[in-house]
């Protein structure tokens, strides 16, 4: 237990730094969606698209440019990785098989970023920087738009428009996560990150053979990677890389950029709705299950159960000593309960309930708190569910901020809410009872099926972390887990944009004696208690069939 | 099986035809 001091210091150097930056940057995100004013790049950009950046658009319209504008990315991704050898910067790459481009495309269009490939031995700086890197900002900063436009239809009272999704697309890139992203990239470069654009170097090891060093441009690519809650990493191994996260310093910092946007939606939220308090609520939420988890994580890691932990005073395997057994499980929560899916650690080697721990924050349904923009959207889809369950308690008409939640509105929440669980069990039925499924598994029992689990989940909820033991790269879990990314990601965006239409265009009813405060730690208490008790419902015979048995055996 | 420009066609009706899908689930829920 010696490494506890330094844990809580480093998690409460994290809250520190993200106490002192939510605010400011929330109030920078709100502005951003409610300004009435164009900056000079941002005329430039809509004149060259030829664009209306002034038009309100319906719901329909709004979720029409989102799905034009993501299938483009997937077709324009696929095409680069599948033509790679003609490409400069390729490094003598082949092309990337169909089923791995077609993968890798939608992956990193739907905020995933699962990665069945090794970045170093198969793409080419083109690819990895005009490519992966590009869609990094473009998938975030939908995501974005989306939670934006969930804000707006809350904000507005009988509006038959959402917002203009290329207006928010073309400000969250240039206000938001290109200065963002350029800071974070000189200091990446500060604490060590690798930034060049140079050819592998080779050199002669003790025993004759030879070694080949892989650098490249890591640096921009991570700094977007972590703040647009991506998760793709130049490298194999992510951040457990030295060139990618090469100290306790880059991996503080890489932890920050994870967490800073999606908590500082949760604040520009607020703002957009004109009641700071609801933000502060469902920030609340979220930090409170982000809290929880990441220390039974941590216990779990340098305390948990069996003969290893209490020997070595922290399960070592699969972690990096330069960030020890806590940097590793706090990342491990961090990105899983955010939807980045970078790794620090091998998430197959955490403890049983440690790795059923990172599954659990996957399975909420990313919202703890969740990805930029997805993170939001997520939990006030839940915050829906909550008030109608309150509701249906004390026999009131359920309302959200003013808004009669009514038949149409719950039930598209609940096709939110079910749509993932779906995805996750059918997929990981589906894996499991097929050969070529099966054949991807490195373990039996239940370590094998919480591999095969994980994958489908990561998926699905756009997570894109890997468990490992899995060997993905086949054309069976190349194709499953690219429709599991493309369904999980954008028939969610697609109901909550029509529910953003409806918020938009009802009336309010003016607040009661009975109605119930959505900003109360009463209200804070309950969210998070469904929160937990719908993944709980869906999820606990999986749960006890993977980790849970693998924990008491 | 997997490669080939026949499988390039695979894979970009699938892409097309998903969000046709999509786009078809907007319409539904417009109405």
Known sequence: MSGVWPALGQAALLVALLALTVPAVGRLLAHTYTSERHLAVERGAYRLLRLDPDADQRWRTYALSVLGFSMVGVLLLYGLARVQPLLPLSLGMAAVPADGAWNTAVSFVTNTNWQWYSGETTLGHLVQATGLTVQQFLSAATGMAVAAALARGLARTGASGVGNFWTDLVRTVVRVLLPFAAVSAVLLVLTGVVQNLASPSTTATATGGEQAYVTGPVASMEAIKELGTNGGGFFNVNSAHPYENPTPVSNLLELFLILLLPFAMAWAFGIIVRDRRQGGAVLAVMALLLTVAAGLLTWAEMAGPGAVPTLAGGALEGKEVRFGTAGSALFAAVTTGTSTGAVNSMHDSLTAPGGGISLFLMMLGEIAPGGVGSGLYGMLMLAVVTVFLSGLMVGRTPEYLGVRIGQREISLVAVYVLLTPVLVLVGSAVALSAPAGLAGLQEGGPHGLTEAVYAVTSASNNNGSAFGGLTSGTPFWNTLLGLCMLLGRFVPIVVVLALAGRFAAAGRSPRGAGTLPTHSPLFVTLLSGVALVLVGLTYVPVLALGPIVESLS | ?31
């Open chain 2, 1 to 31: 099986m997997w490669a080939g420009p026949v499988t390039d066609v695979i894979f970009l009706l699938t892409t097309v035809a998903a969000f046709a899908l999509l786009a078809v689930l907007v319409g539904v829920l417009d109405r």
